[in-house]
Each structure stands twice: as structure tokens, then as C-alpha cells.
């Protein structure tokens, strides 16, 4: 067991990839010498060259279709996206490349290409630095989507991810990068698109996965000081999702609040929403609520505190369940 941060243990994670296996290679604006923006990957070029460690020009696009290239000759390769606004230029690689692959080659060709993106806010960043692009990716059938929200998670969940022959969108909260926790590299791994139960409750359920899960758990123990027991699911996968477990927590508890940073509309806690109340309607005792961002761009990082889910938005969206 180590105590580490989410991001040194995303770092010691691709460590352990590439050492496990020749093939994994890195590839990402400023991943070397640097260690990348957020310094997450300090040091592996120093210690597994620039052959397997590549800075790679300012083309999110040429990046994506390197990548792509190099899984069709066998290789592994793990892309940064700097940030989450700079993705977009990629995304058609990833939507009509790296998605169709297995399906356009009749199941024979995978592409097991992992992109990490830093997503979402709370650093008090510019214009395109704090996006919560996951629907956006959800909704593209052959990417698996994934959000850690601790540091254990962020390692054993990567670790899954490069092992798969599939494509995986890796999320990684950024503004939770420096918080520490517990990681066992030696302990098995929670199954990579299950959800898990964080905090058991009675009361009512609520939901969230990535930057989101902290958020949610200290609402719920605000929650607790006032007589009200919450029953906490981290999410974990965006796509596919673990609606089983979701379920089983809400026929225990009778209520859902979802929240995630994205704006509600056409969000993940939409498809959530949707389907839960189609597998547990004579369970409900309150529609489904979800808590999110607004419908409207990013905005300027002084009214960022007003846009991203805090304590009193959770707590409002529980008082409203619980009061049907």
C-alpha cells in the first residue's frame, strides 16, 4: 500500500504498463521533458526514452491518427489531450476512426488506443480548459467512457484500460489531481465498468462519478448531521454504465439525485435518469433529479462557483426528493 496522489498514481500506473509490456508507448503535447502540463507523466521519458515517451506537435488530430496508425501495427498507445477543450479537433478521428474500427472490420480488428483527458473545472481555468465532454463520447457506440474519482481507482482503472482491445475515453478530474489516497497495486481490480457503493444509506441515493464523487460524499455527510442517511454511488463508467447496480440501490432507497459538472441537458444523468425510472417505477417514491451544470458555455473562472454542483445544490435536489 502507498499513499499517493490521484495524479502520481495515474503516473506509477503507466509505469507499470510499460514496463509490463514493450508495446504501450505515450504520446501528448509536452508529455516528455516536461511531464505534461499537470505533471503527470514527470519522468517516464527519462527513464523509457522518447521511442516510448513522444512529445508530439500542437495537432490533437495528427496525434489521434498516429496513434491510431501504431494500434493498427500492434502497439498500445496511450494519447494525452493537454486539456479538455483541446480535444475536439480530434474528434473525428475518434468518432469515424477509432470507434468503427472493430465494427467496419467485422469484429477481427480492435484498436486498443486509451486518450486521457483532464476534464472539467474547479482550477479556475480559461476559456476551454474546464469542459465535461463525456456525453459527447458516451453517445458514440464502440468507446468505452471512464471517470476515476480517487487514487486507487485512477490506478487500477488505467491498468484495465490499456489491457482492453477496445478504445477507452480516460477522463481524469483534474481539479482532484492532488488529492491523496490509498493504492494497492497488488489488490484486484474492481471490474472496469462497474459502479460501487462508496457510502451505504437508507434514505435516498445519489450519484456521481469523477471530480463529483468527493462533492457528493461531503454532502452526504453534512446530510447525516441532520438525520438524513444517503447511500453513495461512484459511477466509475460513463459507457458502458452499471445500471444493475444502480438499480439495486434504489429499490433500497426508493429515490435517485444524479449529479454530474456537465450540463443536464442531454447528459449522462439523463440516460440515468430515463432508464432507472423504467426499471424501477413501482420503487420510486420521487422522479428522478439531477444536478449539473447549466445549459450555456463554460463561464469565466471568477463565476465557475456558480456553475459546478456544490453542498447547497445537492442538498436542495435530496430535500426535494425526500419531500414527495
Sequence with gaps: MATLTLAK????????AMEDDPKVVLMGEDIGKLGGVFRVTDGLQKDFGEHRVKDTPLAESGILGTAIGLALRGYRPVVEIQFDGFVFPAYNQIVTQLAKMRARSGGRTGLPVVVRIP??????????????????????????VVS?????DAYAML???????DPVIYL???RRYYDKGEVDPAAAPHPLHSARVVRPGSDATVLGYGPTVRTVLEAAAVADEEGTSLE???????????FDAIETSVRRTGRLVVVHEAPVFFGTGAEIAARITERC?????????????????YPP??????????????????????AY
Design 9 to 16: 498514481a495515474i503516473n506509477a500506473s503507466l509505469r507499470k
Design 119 to 144: 476534464f472539467g473545472g474547479g482550477i479556475g481555468a480559461v476559456e476551454h480548459h474546464s469542459e465535461s465532454p463525456e456525453a459527447l463520447f458516451a453517445h458514440v457506440a464502440g468507446l468505452r
Design 148 to 152: 476515476p474519482s480517487n487514487a486507487d
Design 159 to 165: 491498468q484495465e484500460a490499456i489491457a482492453v482491445d
Design 172 to 174: 481524469e478530474p483534474k
Design 232 to 242: 453513495v454511488v461512484d459511477l466509475r463508467s460513463v459507457s458502458p454504465i452499471d
Design 281 to 297: 417505477f413501482h420503487q420510486l417514491e420521487a422522479p428522478v433529479l439531477r444536478v449539473g451544470g447549466f445549459h450555456m458555455p
Design 301 to 322: 473562472a471568477r463565476a465557475e462557483h456558480a456553475y459546478l454542483p456544490d453542498l447547497d445544490r445537492i442538498l436542495d435536489a435530496v430535500e426535494r426528493v425526500l
